[in-house]
């Protein structure tokens, strides 16, 4: 039990003199003299020891009578600076991601087209696809499909799907073109590609309109990437430059382009040419995928 003598403590040190409404004493540290502090200050004070080190992140009720800090995740959708920047934070959430490296051709479905002496395979741990000399034009599709390629069901279709590969080994001097297509039927239905030249001209492939758009000429090695990216109605393919095998750390785009909204389900990789043979070996395809839906 303690004491006070108009506003002293009896032993003790008095209280400091507010200097405005709604303030409280607060100490300094052991033995100091305390100090009128606002409430508000106090209050923010005490909220940025405990999240003011992570941008975004505040305290939440956790629905068992306490409180609790938002995840990571929630915390860099509530430090975006505009509506543009939180829909971009949120759109990297749920995402499916996964790489091939073509150790097993498990799960991928090979054609060898109509080609004769076409073939694709998964050998040698990459995705091999051989087009024999014909001298005819082969096309991809659901209505002239004749080069060979191979296929990835992804089982249940997604909103938002990217998809890039590495290409191991393609020869400068040829006609034909490497494609890495994603589709929403395996058949039929819109079909977009980010497309690849032996002479280096890249292109955006679009099934639904019979477009090609070019985009730049690259110089090809055993690091030059190909991507594909398609999300809410807008596709978009890149190339790349990567080191050592590793994923491209920037992307240059080939062109993009507006489609219908669309459950992408089907990932293909394959080749189309017009008269020159040619053996093109690919590997680590890395995919991801968001806002599966079942349809």
């Known amino acids: 039990m303690s004491y006070v003598k108009n506003g002293t403590p009896i032993g003790g040190t008095a209280l400091p003199t507010a200097s405005g409404a709604g303030q409280v004493p607060v100490s300094t540290g052991a033995g100091s003299a305390y ?10 004070a005490a909220i940025a ?15 068992l009578g306490g409180v609790t800090e938002t995840s990571a995740d929630v915390s860099a959708v ?15 959430l749920g995402i499916t991601r996964a790489v091939y ?14 080609v004769p002496g076409a ?38 279709p997604a909103a938002t799907l990217d998809v890039a590969v590495r290409v191991v080994s393609l020869p400068a001097s040829g ?24 002479s280096g001209v890249t292109y955006c492939y679009r099934q639904d309109v019979n477009t090609y758009d070019a985009g730049p000429t690259i110089s090809i090695t055993t690091d030059t990437w190909i991507r594909i990216r398609a999300e809410y109605g807008t596709v978009q ?6 080191t050592a095998g590793a994923l491209p750390t920037s992307w240059t785009s080939i062109a993009a382009a507006t489609t219908r909204k669309v459950a992408w389900r089907y990932i293909a990789l394959g080749l189309v040419h017009a008269g020159s043979g040619v053996t093109v070996d690919a590997d680590d395809l890395t995919i991801a995928a968001q806002e599966l839906v079942s349809l």
């Open 101 to 114: 490296d073509f150790s097993s051709g498990t799960g991928w479905t090979a054609d060898n087209g109509t």
């Open 35 to 44: 100090t009128a502090t606002s409430a508000g200050d106090v209050v923010d």
């Open 78 to 92: 509530l430090a975006a600076a505009n509506a543009a920047a939180a829909r971009s934070a949120i759109s990297a």
């Open 119 to 156: 073939s694709a395979a998964v050998t040698g741990g990459v995705a091999r696809l051989i087009l024999p000399a014909t001298g005819g034009t082969y096309r991809h599709g659901p209505s002239n499909y004749a080069g060979p390629s191979l296929t990835r069901d992804l089982g249940t």
């Open 175 to 198: 006609t034909s073109q490497l494609f890495l297509e994603i589709s929403e039927s395996a058949t039929a239905g819109t079909r977009i590609a980010a497309m690849l030249a032996q």
């Open 237 to 242: 393919a890149f190339h790349g430059a990567g």
């Open 49 to 63: 020891s405990v999240v003011g080190a992570v941008a975004g992140q505040a305290i939440v009720g956790d629905g």
